[in-house]
């Protein structure tokens, strides 16, 4: 399994963006190449078969820091990792704004974190968010061994930045893979993300 740092970046920002379409649950998930930090390239091509969870990320979020503060993140990484599935964090920033990060210095974030994501990619043109409507960090997507997108929206329904409600929030990436598992349809296969405003290039 691999255990490359991740990226990040995004402005502060409460409230969701409105202005992208949401890619539909169900469907065939956007395919993408993306390099990744340490600028080898990763397609969603090449994981068909199996389970895939790309998350948005800004390390200068508080809403991010809400996740990885508590150590939230890190354990949901380990956990769905430890079980095959290929945790993908994308930083969708563009090189131009001031929340941008050189790969070296999200390296070094995610590493102090002990994030344990399998990759951490670059999208610095934005291509991938877009295509994804990836509007705040953190922003998470499931995709299945089909390739098909099966939830795509928040992390949990605690819309806040205090650590302190991570454990009684309802997190709906472990409700999806519990309900999927369970060979359920999902209860909830996509909700309304919160989080900082992702800074896509012009």
Known sequence: MLRRAFLATAVLAAAPLLALSQPLTGR???AFTLNDLDGRRVSLAELKGRYVVLEWTNPGCPF????????NMQSLQRRFTG??????VINSTTATHSDYLEPAQ????????GAAAS????????TVGRAYAAKVTPHMYVIDPDGVLVYAGAI????????????????YVVQAFAELRA?????????QAYGCTIKYGS
Do not use: C, F, M
């Open 106 to 113: 999200q390296k070094a974030w995610l590493q102090k974190q």
């Open 28 to 30: 065939p998930a956007p």
């Open 64 to 71: 991010v820091q809400k996740h990885y503060s508590s150590g």
């Open 83 to 88: 079980e095959g599935v290929q945790w993908i």
């Open 183 to 191: 060979g359920k349809p999902l209860s909830a296969p996509s909700t």
């Open 119 to 126: 990759v951490a990619a670059l999208d610095a043109d934005g």
């Open 156 to 171: 949990d329904d605690k819309r806040s930045t205090n650590p302190a409600d991570v454990k009684t929030a309802r997190n």
